[in-house]
């Protein structure tokens, strides 16, 4: 049972940075992915960033130049650096590991981030 918790949620201005982590209880399988999710009120989850099975990266286009996934040596942290931070970037964040192997996926309980003057 892989546990995840997230990290560094709060309010920032518009135009401030602010620093997601998510950290695993438990290893994570090498078959694994893992990525970003957030989900503004009234609207449906949505990727943020993520890791592919190549360790290659992909970044929906609201995040792209602004925001940049990174994950520790050990692998069982993963990081969301947001820059440039805008209104309509208040959301819940959410931390997710997806073992494609066994097709599984794991949540965090996420993060709120708020922006506002």
């Known amino acids: 049972q892989l546990q995840l918790v997230e990290f560094g949620g709060g309010s920032v201005q518009p135009g401030g940075s602010l620093r997601l982590s998510c950290v695993a209880s438990g290893s994570i399988s090498s078959l694994s992915v893992m990525g970003w999710y957030r989900q503004a009120p009234g609207k449906q989850r949505e990727l943020v960033a993520a890791?592919?099975?190549?360790?290659?990266?992909n970044y929906a286009d609201f995040a792209r130049g602004r925001f940049t996934i990174s994950r520790n040596n050990a692998g069982n942290t993963v990081y969301l650096q947001m820059n440039s931070l805008k209104p309509e970037d208040m959301a819940v964040y959410s931390c997710?590991?997806?073992?494609?192997?066994?097709?599984?996926?794991?949540w965090g309980k996420g993060a709120l981030v708020t922006v506002s003057s």
């Open positions: 890791f592919t099975s190549a360790d290659t990266t």
């Open positions: 997710n590991v997806l073992n494609y192997y066994i097709n599984i996926t794991y």
